[in-house]
């Protein structure tokens, strides 16, 4: 059956028993009830079932990591909704390619094996993360969830919901569960699991490892420096465009294939992995999927966090002050892409080092390329979600770096200043976007403070460090927030690439 028809049969409901009678996608050809758990992985979202639970579905396929099937965990209470999907289908879901040209080509993942929903019963994720037989931890929990100060670099252990976490009570956070689990495993004299982040920020397995030995210190000294000693938190590279799953998308997978899935992912067809060799016992064979295993990811990850996902929060707000609503309008906008493509040239390749067997201006013209995929429809929202630490995180050290260096940073401050004259803005003024950031009431004090003064943005949010200190930062930032408010984003934008 052609993708791009419809499946004249009856829709029928994801799960086990299902697979034999679905036509048109691709289904697990392994035995599923041979798997066994190997890794237990928090925050189960679209990208990770996009991305990990992929390459370990296609090991699965090739016969290999049987033992090292996932145990996924909901941390939050709203994962009920994924918990119960999931659940209710034996964890089984769809993985639909968007390709450009409009076809689409679905699979079935079947690498999940087991749900838990932690705050129902958060001693039983303890007692699967304490299994001799999970050799691996992993998690996405994005950026926000590691509770690293942007500025200092510090662990948040003031943070309310970590202060919860240390008082004892059902977890918010999940620094409890791995520390308990590893507590557990060393007194039960079992080797402890690997900490496997799969998270976009910069050197993440570091920043895993310093937030759980951070937390664990806070309650037991003595177990922090075991983990230290003895425990592995491997850097990684991730990458697979994967917007929030839509009810459009799953009436249009009904309607295609005849599968009715209360958890459908659907994502771009790229994907890459690059994972550092550093694990505490064994992983599985991800090299022979396709997984670029090395002893340092480093200098892919810098060329990919700061060529897309710095492009993701540089493009965002223009985009959004600009009226557009999905990546691929604005990525369809010359003044946008013009935007970015000075935006590598000028403020981010300077900070880059070569990366072997990969050139820049041509990884640069590739993001552009994927933003314009017109059928994955990722929204500027979702982008925009987190932007307290994404901006922070992923837009704020390569302006750092061109400062000291004596390099501009204009075009990178335009993304700043209309990221905020962005927070300062509502509905009434003709932008229905729902914010969802930790931290927005911070953000709207500081749009609000800065209404008068753009300075304040800078100083009273909390989020820019010793950026608020950068004089030259600073009077350029308030320029261009003005200029903005003036004559709007597009006249900043034409005026800066005029200038260079």
């Known amino acids: 059956m052609p993708e791009s028809e419809s499946n004249p049969q009856a829709p029928l409901r994801l799960g086990q028993s299902a697979l034999e009678h679905l036509h048109g996608v691709t289904v697990p050809t392994y035995d599923r009830s041979a798997l066994q758990v190997g890794i237990v992985h928090l925050g189960v979202g679209g990208f990770h079932r996009s991305h990990q639970a992929f390459y370990l579905d296609a090991l699965m396929s090739r016969g290999l990591a049987h033992k090292q099937a996932i145990c996924g965990v909901g941390v939050l209470e709203r994962d009920r909704e994924m918990r119960d999907g999931l659940t209710s289908q034996d964890m089984l879901y769809t993985l639909t390619l968007a390709h ?65 976490d240390l008082a004892g009570g059902v977890p918010l956070t999940v620094f409890p569960y791995i520390v308990q689990a590893l507590s557990t495993r060393r007194s039960r004299r079992i080797p402890p699991f690997t900490v496997m982040t799969c998270d976009n920020l910069p050197g993440n397995g570091d920043c895993a490892r310093l937030a759980v030995t951070s937390f664990a210190r806070a309650g037991n000294p003595e177990l922090a420096k075991w983990i230290e ?39 771009e067809p790229f994907i890459q992995w690059v994972l550092q060799d550093r694990f505490t016992d064994s992983r599985p064979p991800y090299e022979r999927v396709g997984v670029t295993v090395v002893d340092d990811p480093g200098p892919y990850e810098t060329m990919k966090l700061r060529m897309l996902n710095s492009a993701h929060q540089a493009m965002c707000y223009v985009a959004l002050l600009a009226g557009h609503h999905y990546v691929h309008e604005a990525a369809a906008d010359p003044l946008v892409v013009a935007f970015l493509r000075a935006y590598f040239a000028r403020e981010v390749e300077p900070t880059m080092s070569p990366v072997p067997g990969l050139d820049s201006t041509h990884y640069g013209e590739m993001v552009l390329s994927r933003f314009a995929n017109s059928q994955v429809k990722d929204t500027l929202a979702r982008l925009g979600g987190k932007s307290s630490s994404a901006v922070p995180t992923l837009v704020f050290p390569m302006v750092h770096e061109n400062l000291v260096a004596g390099r501009s940073v204009r075009l990178a401050t335009a993304a700043i200043a209309a990221w905020a004259v962005f927070c300062g803005m509502t509905d009434e003024d003709g932008l229905s976007y729902t914010r969802n950031d930790p931290l927005e009431e911070v953000l709207l004090a500081a749009a609000e403070a800065s209404q008068a003064d753009p300075r304040q943005f800078v100083t009273v949010s909390g989020l820019f460090g010793d950026l608020s200190t950068r004089s030259e930062f600073v009077e350029l930032f308030v320029n261009e927030v003005t200029q903005i408010r003036r004559d709007g984003v597009g006249a900043l934008i034409r005026s800066l690439l005029d200038d260079e």
């Open 229 to 267: 000693d003895h425990v592995s938190f491997p850097n990684s590279m991730v990458d697979r465009i994967t917007p929030f799953t839509t009810e459009a998308d799953r009436a249009e997978l009904t309607q295609r294939t005849g599968i009715i899935d209360a958890c459908p992912v659907v994502s």
């Open 100 to 164: 450009p040209d409009g076809s689409r080509s679905t699979q079935v993942i079947g690498s999940m094996i087991e749900y838990l929903f932690g705050p129902d019963d958060p001693e039983a994720v303890v007692e699967r993360m304490a299994d001799p037989q999970v050799t691996i931890v992993s998690m996405t929990i994005t950026a926000a969830g590691y509770k690293i100060d942007p500025a200092t670099g510090a662990f948040q252990v003031d943070d309310h919901e970590v202060a919860h």
